[in-house]
């Protein structure tokens, strides 16, 4: 890439909110910083929910075979239950548990959906 084209690189990373662009490709690439100084990202404020991710990817059931759902919306929660499983292709179980006490305040998945790593599953109000 020559001067000219990275600075039309930088051209674009000025008319946008971004600050650094990385690009590689066939072993050869390159990165590059705008100038401008951004601001800091403003904190949000702290949530009343906490998010149960998927642990891996597979299928979501509620529960091992022959065993009963454990989740419901509105169920009072405490760390470390059981929600639900993940069954990976090689039919391996990932356990899905509540990483906080609280309620269970929303599913965000059926039994025999397919899940992705840090997908969303559970919200637990705490």
Request: aromatic fraction near 8%; proline fraction near 6%.
């Amino acid at each position: 890439m020559n001067t000219q084209e990275l600075e039309k690189v930088l051209s674009w990373i000025r008319s946008t909110d971004l600050v650094e662009v990385s690009y590689k490709f066939a072993g050869k690439g390159f990165s590059v910083s705008s100038s401008q100084g951004s601001s800091p990202i403003p904190a949000l404020p702290a949530s009343r929910f906490t998010a149960v991710l998927s642990p891996g990817v597979g299928l979501f059931q509620w529960n091992e075979p022959g065993k009963a759902r454990n989740a419901e919306e509105g169920a009072s929660l405490r760390g470390g239950d059981l929600l639900g499983v993940v069954v990976s292709g090689q039919g391996r179980q990932i356990a899905v548990k509540s990483p906080a006490d609280g309620r269970l305040a929303r599913i965000c998945v059926e039994a025999g959906a397919p899940v992705e790593f840090g997908q969303p599953l559970f919200f637990i109000e705490g």
